[in-house]
C-alpha cells in the first residue's frame, strides 16, 4: 500500500470517527467535539483525546496523548488497540472495519489481546521521550530554588513540550516540564511526576495545577541514590533535594504528598528513616503513620523538622550553612560522620 494509499483509508476511518472510537477504544466516552480515553491502548481516564469532527485545527481523526505528547490518526488507533504488529494487518482491519473488499482472500485475524500498561506505560514514554537536565531549564529553576548540587539526580529529565489541559473540554497548552521518574522498589518506572516550568526557568508555570502526576504511585516514590540501610523521605521533591544538599550521599525519596508518604514502601535493608516533615497538619498526620509502619518492623524513625514551611524555605531563606548547621545537630552523629562533609 502507497502512502497515499493509507492516507486515504485514514480519511475514511476519520469520516466513522466517533464510530472507530466507540470500537477500538470502547473505554472512553464522548465529550463535545473530541472522544476521550486514558491512552492508545483503550486504558479508562481521559488524557488521550481524538478530534471527533474536521475543524480548522486539524482533521477528524487525528489524536494527541496529552500525557506524553505522542498524536497520530485512526490506523495507529487500530494498530496499538489491537495489538496488531504488521502494517498489513493494521490495513485489513481497517478495510473490514469499513465493509471494504479485502485486497486478497486471507486467513481470519487472531487479534493479540494487548497488555493494558495504562497511564505506567503513558509515563514510561514521557520519560523515555524526556533529556537530561543538564543545561535545561530544570537546572535553572532548581538552581532558582538554591538546588545546585544536582548528582545522582537521574530520575529527573526535561521536557520541553509536555502538554497541560486545565481541564477535558479545553485542548492542551505545551508548557516546559520537569519530568521525574516514579519507581517500585526493584527500580521499575511505574509513574511519572510533572512539574510545569515558566519558560524563564524562573519558578513553576502560570497554570492552575503546575504539578501532577500519572500512573501507579501508592508505595511508590522518586528516588535519588540506592537504597541501603539509612535513607530519608519526604514529601516534595524540591524538600528532599534540599536536604540532600546537606546530605549528598544519603539515599532519599519523594513521595509526592503526604498521603503517599505514609504509605511508601521501604526496602528490607532499611534500618534508620529521616523522615522529613512539612510544618503543617498534613505533614503530621503522613509523619505519625509513618513512624508507627517503621517501628512495628523495627526501623528507626526520626523526624527532622523544618525551622520554617519546608527545607526548600529552609534553605531559599536561611541559607545552605543554617541548614547544614541545623541537620548536622539532628541526625545520629554516626550518619554525620558518614553522609556529611566536615564542618568547617
Not at 254 to 270: I, Y
Amino acid at each position: 500500500m502507497t502512502r497515499q494509499d493509507a492516507s486515504d483509508l485514514a480519511r475514511r476511518l476519520g469520516r466513522q470517527a466517533e464510530a472507530v472510537c466507540r470500537h477500538y477504544l470502547s473505554s472512553g466516552r464522548r465529550v463535545g467535539r473530541y472522544w476521550l480515553v486514558g491512552d492508545v491502548h483503550n486504558t479508562p481516564g481521559r488524557s488521550l483525546y481524538v478530534r471527533l469532527k474536521d475543524s480548522p485545527n486539524g482533521a477528524a481523526g487525528k489524536w494527541t496523548d496529552a500525557a506524553t505528547g505522542e498524536h497520530g490518526d485512526l490506523l495507529d488507533v487500530i494498530r496499538e488497540s489491537c495489538g496488531l504488529a504488521a502494517f498489513k494487518e493494521v490495513v485489513e482491519e481497517a478495510r473490514t472495519f469499513l465493509a471494504m473488499p479485502q485486497s486478497r482472500p486471507t486467513p481470519p485475524i487472531t487479534h493479540q489481546v494487548p497488555t493494558l500498561h495504562g497511564s505506567p506505560s503513558a509515563a514510561r514514554r514521557l520519560f523515555a521521550m524526556s533529556q537530561p537536565i543538564a543545561g535545561t531549564l530544570v537546572q535553572s529553576y532548581l538552581h532558582e530554588r538554591g538546588i545546585t548540587d544536582l548528582h545522582g539526580t537521574g530520575n529527573l529529565r526535561f521536557h520541553p513540550r509536555c502538554y497541560y489541559r486545565p481541564d477535558e473540554h479545553v485542548a492542551p497548552e505545551a508548557w516546559p516540564a520537569m519530568i521525574a521518574a516514579i519507581t517500585d522498589l526493584d527500580g521499575k518506572i511505574t509513574g511519572a511526576h510533572r512539574t510545569w516550568l515558566d519558560p524563564t526557568g524562573r519558578g513553576k508555570a502560570p497554570i492552575d495545577r503546575p504539578r501532577r502526576a500519572m500512573g501507579h504511585l501508592l508505595g511508590n516514590a522518586v528516588r535519588f541514590g540506592a537504597s541501603g540501610d539509612v535513607m530519608a523521605t519526604g514529601e516534595g521533591i524540591e524538600t528532599v533535594l534540599s536536604m540532600r544538599q546537606v546530605l549528598p550521599d544519603m539515599p532519599m525519596l519523594a513521595a509526592l504528598s503526604a498521603t503517599h508518604l505514609a504509605a511508601v514502601l521501604l526496602p528490607d535493608t532499611l534500618r534508620r528513616l529521616y523522615i522529613l516533615r512539612d510544618d503543617d497538619a498534613a505533614g503530621d498526620g503522613a509523619c505519625d503513620r509513618l513512624v508507627d509502619r517503621t517501628n512495628a518492623v523495627g526501623i528507626e524513625a526520626i523526624v527532622l523538622s523544618p525551622q520554617l514551611g519546608d527545607f526548600n524555605e529552609d534553605l531559599r531563606t536561611l541559607g545552605l550553612e543554617a541548614l547544614r548547621g541545623q541537620t548536622r545537630m539532628k541526625i545520629d552523629p554516626r550518619d554525620a560522620a558518614r553522609f556529611m562533609e566536615p564542618a568547617a
